[in-house]
């Protein structure tokens, strides 16, 4: 027996008509990388996207076929998410830092049948293009030319019925770069999105209303700017994009547009914390501070909250949409002390509906919620990956378990907390310690700028920590300070067994430390037993 | 092409799930008829209907079977929904307001195989038992004996897994009952009660979130509480169940449980005033309330708005799962005049993702948002009626649009407004007059406890409007006040050409004015060409 509802397919494309109908007035501002503005709103986004649309079919795509993107966040970037979803296809949004043979690796493997790109990143298609085998048209994004954004999308009318269909047909594709192997694509579908954004808008996650000023510092080639630009939608919440990152810029922006929601990894906060430094100047309207990517250090948290701003640590990965907890203020927030409220923030959230997650030990059973018990980290729900782009296998088990590679535990109050990653975790005596705690312990020391536990070889210990610093423009803090520091933080035998200073660490793309590297870095590192 | 995410339905035991595993706590308070308290939480409320889900089958329920409920608010009838839903069952909320011919239809109509009725209701049960011919088994929700609920669960242990099945498959089922003809039953489904519930959290509509107490006014037999026992699941938000509407004893509810939602009907606001002025105790740890089933006075919304409260103002019917629209504040908001947000609050809200609305002229052409064309209001979405339970035909066009029954205007700003029920609705002279807006206008006149307006024939005009007013306890209002204050809010073509005092106007079992009784009753009335 079947009820007796209507069939309303979750399609992506209602999102935009929702938003250019119900908020089509409601602003989208473009901050470009010459230092120009520009205004636009939902209403304007989407005449663009249905003239994308008529300009794409032009072209020859057809529904199913990706149309990738190597740009930083504004107007028209918006509208080619929405443009290339509309006529059925693809949107392949393409991390420009990236290294080449990846960027040749994955537009080869997308089969990409068109590329929309920043001025900015002419370089790399000069560079690349003779290898990119499947791209057929080259479109600027923020160019004059009549291969410009522009003059593509005013060529056409944009009387154009959106393509229908089921709404597990993909429209979004996302490749992770891991730290080894090649990259691997997670094909959203249009139910996916849709799900993951109607849930997003919740206050416990996105927390996005109609009178919302959304900033989303991160870029919308990471993880689908964790969805804003869907969730906004449905909110009809108003976007600030800024093509540049810079804490100056973005500082002047979020005044001048009275942001209230931002949105990035920790870096972003300690740019901004130096320029707030430096000039006084901090961002006045901010409500929200929606933080992921990696976990952000107490002190970070405390000094935003301190300026009256709700923290909210987001915990996601690509093959998760990408949100997967966050933090939100529980039913005892009012009557707990800032202590109690700073440990609860710092842990990665609390697991919204639609997300089920579980900790499996060494020994493959589930962990209790115990607060203590760490081990894997495996997750499923409706915007959770089953299986990459083009691969034989199922990335899940047989009850649709993705193992995210991350080492965490479960609190009682059902707070996520991530200890580490599990390549990561260094296993000192049959024991684990976490190199992310150790870590985010020591930029807690005066005079550190940044800090990397790694575990070395050990004769007696099988690992080792050690430790790899940067210090502060300036700073003289020496490797008792970090210890003595240390050792008020964490376990004694927790403690590293070597503080090495260094210039600069090294990152991947999307700048997370580059672990791999340094191990191989380090590999011959001599410890010698206690 | 399919994309590469997970299969994961769409199914209510999910939000059950859910709420016990990441709420568990969160208490589910009742107050019981007797004038006792009970507390349980999330995890209680999932334990027992797990319990009665095993109960059920042990009766010999099947998937697709309705479990029929004759109960007002508490955590027994919360359970019984998940227990029956959870075991693959219809539940099949009956409202005791019905007159018996209506109970005796709807419960045959709809083959309900079990009734789970409050002790109150006893009366009914013995008068119509005999006349119910499929209902085989009986439990007593608040009931001590064998045949009692707590009996009848604990008899079980709970260890049971929900029946699966597809997202389309039904839940729920909840009749309308007209002002005419047969009650005719909305069958809702999983897939759309869980997108309701998804959609419903948002700041827009219900605004729940972990830290909510709710204490749902509007009874769980009326269009689903409107979705609130869904919705609270997926926000782990705390319950405050009345089976009595005593404003009294839900203000005493409200400060002792710290309640910071409620929802109902404008009548609930009335008492709850009326017990204000005479005792002095207030809500005091309210933050919304949420007046929905008929449109809240400005005057009830400015007193409530002067309580430091958030008036939310909602739209929907059975056919709409409930939610249609709801107030909420838009961007300008902050810069908004007393007068312009009254105005606005006033109006019935913002037209939500997941729903469209449209406004048909007598011409059959969909209506400008121009603040004054009105016509026919017409909705579609995921969580509209298609097809009314065993209707052969279809209740919608061919393009899924429902008629509401409902003349509405929408203004530019996307702001709904409705102006009528389209039956009820008084055409004099070719032009339409609003019976809603005269009543309202009427009631904010000194001395008017309730009125309705009605048309009455007319040699010229074909119809005219006459107002019949009840008056307040102790009040001498008279027609040539109600008058003078009308001629100040409304058209001078629109002042009723009559108006008469009368001790009490009938209502539906729901609560609305029965207009059709009123105008078999004044059919006669003459009125003379002026």
């Given at each position: 027996?079947?009820?007796?509802m209507?069939?309303w ?8 008509d ?6 089509g ?9 010459d230092?120009?503005?520009s205004r636009s ?5 989407a ?6 649309a008529q ?9 199913g076929?990706r ?6 966040n504004?107007?028209?970037?918006l509208?080619?998410w ?10 392949h ?10 960027l040749?690796y994955?537009?080869?493997h ?9 001025r ?7 560079r690349l ?11 600027v ?11 593509t ?10 393509v ?9 594709l ?22 993951h954004a ?15 000023v959304?900033l989303?510092v991160?870029?919308m ?12 939608a ?7 994009f800024?093509?540049?990152n ?5 500082c ?14 920790p870096?972003?906060?300690l ?9 006084g ?24 909250m301190?300026m ?12 998760t949409s ?9 039913p005892?927030w ?7 409220r700073l ?11 639609g997300?089920?997650l ?32 083009k ?12 193992d ?5 535990l ?10 580490d ?13 976490s ?9 807690g020391?005066?005079?550190v ?15 080792r920590?050690?430790?790899?610093v ?19 933080h964490?376990?004694?035998w927790?403690?590293p ?10 990152h ?21 037993a206690?």
């Amino acid at each position: 027996m079947l009820g007796g509802m209507q069939d309303w397919e979750l399609r992506v494309p209602r999102l935009i008509d929702h938003a250019a109908r119900e908020h089509g007035r409601r602003e989208i501002v473009s901050r470009w990388a010459d230092g120009t503005q520009s205004r636009s709103d939902w209403a304007g986004i989407a005449r663009d996207a249905k003239k994308l649309a008529q300009a794409l079919e032009r072209m020859g795509c057809r529904p199913g076929d990706r149309i990738a993107t190597l740009a930083m966040n504004h107007a028209h970037h918006l509208a080619a998410w929405y443009g290339a979803i509309g006529m059925g296809g693809v949107i392949h949004t393409i991390n420009p830092r990236l290294f080449d043979d990846q960027l040749v690796y994955i537009a080869n493997h997308a089969e990409d049948r068109v590329l929309l790109y920043d001025r900015q990143f002419q370089p790399i298609v000069d560079r690349l293009r003779e290898r990119w085998t499947t791209i057929e048209h080259y479109v600027v994004m923020d160019g004059d030319g009549p291969d410009g954004f522009r003059a593509t999308v005013d060529a056409e009318d944009g009387a154009y019925a959106w393509v229908e269909g089921a709404e597990r047909e993909p429209c979004m594709l996302c490749y992770t770069s891991g730290t080894t192997g090649h990259p691997k694509g997670v094909l959203y579908t249009h139910r996916s999105s849709v799900i993951h954004a109607l849930a997003g808008v919740a206050t416990w996650l996105l927390n996005f209303s109609p009178r919302a000023v959304v900033l989303p510092v991160v870029p919308m080639f990471h993880a689908a700017a964790w969805g804003m630009p869907f969730a906004g939608a449905i909110a009809g919440a108003k976007f600030v994009f800024s093509a540049v990152n810079d804490a100056a810029v973005l500082c002047d922006l979020m005044n001048r547009e009275r942001v209230t929601h931002s949105a990035g990894v920790p870096t972003v906060w300690l740019a901004m914390f130096a320029h707030m430094d430096a000039t006084g100047e901090a961002p006045r309207y901010l409500e929200q501070a929606t933080i992921g990517g990696s976990a952000a250090p107490r002190a970070m948290i405390e000094r935003i909250m301190g300026m009256g701003v709700e923290v909210k640590h987001l915990w996601g990965m690509t093959e998760t949409s990408p949100i997967g907890t966050a933090g939100t203020a529980p039913p005892g927030w009012d009557v707990m002390t800032q202590g109690e409220r700073l440990d609860l923030i710092g842990r990665q959230g609390s697991i919204p509906f639609g997300i089920e997650l579980r900790v499996i030990g060494d020994d493959g059973s589930e962990q209790p919620r115990d607060g203590s018990s760490s081990g894997r980290l495996q997750v499923r729900g409706p915007w959770v990956v089953e299986r990459y782009f083009k691969a034989d296998a199922s990335a899940v088990d047989a009850d649709n378990w993705f193992d995210t590679g991350d080492v965490a535990l479960l609190h009682p109050d059902g707070t996520m907390q991530i200890t580490d990653r599990a390549k990561d975790v260094i296993k000192s005596g049959g024991e684990w310690i976490s190199s992310v705690e150790l870590e985010n312990a020591a930029v807690g020391c005066l005079g550190v700028a940044e800090a990397a536990a790694i575990g070395v070889h050990h004769p007696r210990w099988d690992e080792r920590p050690i430790l790899l610093v940067v210090r502060k423009p300036g700073s003289g803090v020496t490797a008792a300070d970090i210890h003595a520091h240390l050792a008020a933080h964490v376990a004694k035998w927790w403690l590293p067994d070597a503080v090495l200073f260094v210039d600069e660490l090294p990152h991947t793309a999307t700048g997370k430390l580059l672990k791999t590297e340094l191990r191989e870095r380090y590999k011959d590192f001599r410890l010698e037993a206690a």
